[in-house]
């Protein structure tokens, strides 16, 4: 004698229905009270849940031994109790996403998405190239490990027929368990002991000896990874279905993503170059050729004019010769910063000398000068040396040398070859 009927009787069946009219009565309901069905009776779809809650408990034999013992009751805080399948997965598990003419979504116009089985995890990577590889494109071929299907037993874990179903747990993986306090009985799950959560069991004996049972083993597999040229930091590489794989389960993914190295000569801004370059005061002045060796290995002669006077931290441009673009099929520039640099004290101490650079140099502009009446002193100019506060305003190590404004170095100051 049950100690209530209303799961049965939501279902049309008596106490004693047997599990295949459980399985037809579910079937006849759930097609006659689908919200697809009835979208304008919102009675349809709570009744449509109420049918998928009444068939998940009495479809299962441990559950369905609680509800007739103990009814609803005895099922508060378990998995019967409302933590169980949605209604809408449970619908699919029976109808799928193939039958009745293409699905449910066929059937009633549409509205359940897609159900197929589980997909495995998508893994992950970093790809790191140089500036060199973007400029000129390459193949990398990268190697991973991964999970694929056994080979020798075909994802079984054992001979054919050696597999069995749990039968601590009737193949879910978890023992429902019950303990009296009181009045009450406190009901709660635990993965099976017999079959770790597995859900199956195989003997020793006939476990596959190539995976020991666990149905899967590791493979090495080598990609090739196609670095576009001029391909951006951030690009991700995809390999749909070159990932995991397990019995029932969808191939994952492998997902890698393009990380550009730094380069110690050249700074990237999209699809221009920034290259720092140092020179002599004389090449800024009258002129000279200056070389720079490009991302290919190319060298470009760049003439600087006689009487340019290229001024400190003057910048120029090379059209088409930065990166090229992925997008547009064409280059970017190459921009030069110029450091322009000073001869050292006391380079010379031949008075024609200034003389001669005097009258060369264009005349000094007006510089303030004091009022007659004002009373003036001669101070002299000294280097700075290593004190605390010759540091803040620009000594050795000081905080004025340049650096971007995140605080981190531009690219290195080069030396110009130049002639």
């Avoid at 039968?167 to 993986?173: F, I, M, S």
């Avoid at 476990?207 to 080598?222: M, P, Y």
């Avoid at 951006?232 to 190295?261: L, M, N, Y």
Wanted: proline share 6%.
């Amino acid at each position: 004698m049950v100690k209530e009927t209303k799961l049965y009787d939501t279902l049309g069946v008596a106490p004693t229905a047997t599990e295949q009219e459980l399985k037809k009565a579910y079937k006849t309901n759930a097609l006659k009270y689908h919200p697809d069905k009835n979208a304008h009776n919102p009675e349809a779809e709570e009744k449509f849940k109420e049918i998928s809650h009444a068939y998940e408990i009495l479809s299962d034999s441990q559950k369905r031994t609680v509800y007739d013992q103990h009814g609803e009751a005895g099922l508060e805080g378990g998995a019967g109790g409302g933590g169980g399948m949605a209604a809408e997965d449970l619908f699919a598990q029976f109808f799928g996403s193939g039958s009745f003419g293409g699905g449910l979504g066929g059937m009633f116009g549409g509205g359940m998405p897609n159900r197929g089985p589980p997909k495995a995890r998508t893994i992950h990577h970093t790809h790191k190239v140089s500036l060199e590889d973007v400029y000129r494109g390459k193949i990398s071929k990268l190697a991973l490990q991964r999970s694929i299907i056994c080979p020798k037993c075909e994802g079984r874990g054992g001979k054919e027929g050696a597999v069995k179903r749990c039968g601590g747990c009737d193949g879910h993986g978890m023992q429902t368990m019950m303990r009296q306090m009181g009045p009450m009985i406190q009901r709660f799950q635990t993965v099976c002991p017999d079959c770790n959560g597995e859900g199956e069991t195989i003997k020793d004996k006939d476990r596959c000896k190539q995976c020991n049972g666990k149905k899967t083993i590791v493979d090495r597999k080598v990609l090739h990874v196609h670095v576009d040229r001029g391909v951006r930091s951030g690009t991700k590489v995809e390999f749909r279905g070159e990932g995991d794989h397990a019995p029932g389960i969808q191939a994952g993914d492998v997902v890698f993503e393009i990380e550009q190295k730094p380069h110690p000569r050249f700074t990237r801004k999209e699809d221009d170059l920034l290259y720092q370059c140092e020179i002599e005061l004389v090449t800024a002045l009258a002129g000279g050729t200056i070389f720079i060796e490009h991302l290919d290995e190319r060298w470009l002669s760049i003439e600087i004019l006689p009487g340019e006077a290229i001024a400190p931290d003057a910048v120029k441009m090379v059209r088409g010769q930065g990166m090229p673009s992925p997008r547009h099929h064409d280059f970017g520039n190459l921009y030069i910063q110029f450091n322009v640099k000073f001869p050292q004290k006391g380079w010379t101490e031949d008075p024609a000398a200034f003389e001669a650079l005097q009258k060369l140099l264009p005349a000094p502009s007006l510089q303030t000068v004091p009022p007659p009446e004002a009373m003036t002193e001669p101070a002299d100019l000294e280097d700075l040396d290593n004190t605390s506060q010759a540091k803040v305003f620009g000594g050795a190590g000081g905080s004025m040398d340049e650096d971007d404004e995140d605080g981190h170095p531009g690219a290195e100051r080069v030396q110009c070859a130049s002639q």
